[in-house]
């Protein structure tokens, strides 16, 4: 089983991989898989790139815990986050509760629909 942390690159979903490294260190994970989904092909090569600086950078950072393995998927978030959970055979997915710092919102559009839709468990990570 493994733990999927969905991910937009925002600082938000940095806390939400804090949090999903954490849970998987405690259970004896040896990794977490973070997702960032991308709308087509033609985001794909620019996403790869971003994401991978992404997790050079948290690398950089410092901090402890099961590696990272980044995967980037395509298509919309909320159905992609979730398709992959199943295929990945996923007990957990930890998304942030919204990217967007200060929002109104409680829970944003994609977190909702995540929630709305999977099967799996759902931790949401406020900031």
Same mark, same amino acid.
């Given at each position: 089983m493994a733990i999927i942390c969905g991910t937009d690159l925002s600082a938000a979903s940095? *806390?939400? &991989? =804090?949090?999903a490294r954490a849970l998987a260190a405690q259970r004896g994970d040896s990794e977490v898989? +973070?997702?960032y989904v991308v709308d087509d092909e033609d985001s794909a090569l620019g996403g790869? /790139?971003? &994401? =991978?600086?992404?997790?050079?950078?948290l690398a950089a950072a410092g901090g402890s815990g099961p590696a990272i393995r980044a995967e980037l998927v395509v298509g919309p978030a909320d159905e /992609?986050?979730?398709s992959f959970a199943d295929t990945e *055979?996923?007990? +957990?997915?930890?998304?942030?509760s919204s990217s967007?710092? *200060?929002?109104? &919102?409680r829970l944003?559009? /994609?977190? =909702?629909?995540?929630?709305?839709? /999977?099967?799996?468990?759902? &931790?949401?990570?406020?900031d």
């Open positions: 940095a *806390g939400a &991989l =804090e949090v898989i +973070l997702v790869r /790139t971003k &994401l =991978e600086a992404h997790v050079a950078s /992609t986050l979730v *055979g996923s007990d +957990l997915i930890v998304i942030a967007k710092p *200060g929002s109104l &919102l944003g559009t /994609t977190a =909702e629909r995540v929630i709305a839709t /999977t099967r799996v468990p759902v &931790l949401v990570v406020r």
